[in-house]
T-cell receptor
Framework: NAGVTQTPKFRILKIGQSMTLQCAQDMNHNYMYWYRQDPGMGLKLIYYSVGAGITDKGEVPNGYNVSRSTTEDFPLRLELAAPSQTSVYFC?????????????????FGPGTRLTVL | AQTVTQSQPEMSVQEAETVTLSCTYDTSENNYYLFWYKQPPSRQMILVIRQEAYKQQNATENRFSVNFQKAAKSFSLKISDSQLGDTAMYFCAFMKPSGTYKYIFGTGTRLKVLA
């Protein structure tokens, strides 16, 4: 049981390049989230998904796209990289089962991807 | 909209001593959850403790405990017997248990435990 995995760990992009940040979870969680963390700041929600085929925007979606074709995978796409997208990106998942317990209400985070756009 | 405020950007504590990190939040909801996450230099986000708003009893997890004051909208984290491994960024987070179940994070407190 690997939990939430993210690839790559680090990446440097040139302005205008595109890339996909990969996120996968093996806990059969319905909910998945993408956050970005700028230096000295908390995490802000980019996109989220409540299940396969269903995605929606968070607080800071501009410049990003997502898809959720399977329960396990939730890739984040940057189409035209800009310096403002330099950040650390975290993927998280949550069970979504009914009821209240530590396992259902808690989000589990991946190790993050550090992205630099030059 | 909910907001979470952590007013202490940095703190330090001597090893084995006790430290309290502050968090306040603003919401009109009655039912919600509050969390403290730890982010060590490895950047991994690690759940420290969670509190359900409908529970009056403060949550505890070994050396970590919270002081949850619902009326004051305050949720502080107390770390007892501080250890060098507690050195990390600590984030307070709010979650409304409906809809997106998204977290609203504070800006974090950088804690350094001194030997």
């Amino acid at each position: 049981n690997a939990g939430v995995t993210q690839t790559p760990k680090f990446r440097i992009l040139k302005i205008g390049q595109s890339m996909t940040l990969q996120c996968a979870q093996d806990m059969n969680h319905n909910y998945m989230y993408w956050y970005r963390q700028d230096p000295g700041m908390g995490l802000k929600l980019i996109y989220y998904s409540v299940g396969a085929g269903i995605t929606d925007k968070g607080e800071v979606p501009n410049g990003y796209n997502v898809s959720r074709s399977t329960t396990e995978d939730f890739p984040l796409r940057l189409e035209l990289a800009a310096p403002s997208q330099t950040s650390v990106y975290f993927c998280a998942s949550r069970s979504g089962l009914a009821g209240s317990s530590r396992s259902t209400d808690t989000q589990y985070f991946g190790p993050g991807t550090r992205l630099t756009v030059l | 909209a909910q907001t979470v405020t952590q007013s202490q950007p940095e703190m330090s504590v001597q090893e084995a001593e006790t430290v309290t990190l502050s968090c306040t939040y603003d919401t009109s909801e009655n039912n919600y959850y509050l969390f403290w996450y730890k982010q060590p230099p490895s950047r991994q986000m690690i759940l420290v403790i969670r509190q359900e708003a409908y529970k009056q009893q403060n949550a505890t997890e070994n050396r970590f405990s919270v002081n949850f004051q619902k009326a004051a909208k305050s949720f502080s984290l107390k770390i007892s017997d501080s250890q060098l491994g507690d050195t990390a960024m600590y984030f307070c987070a709010f979650m409304k248990p409906s809809g997106t179940y998204k977290y609203i994070f504070g800006t974090g407190t950088r804690l350094k435990v001194l030997a």
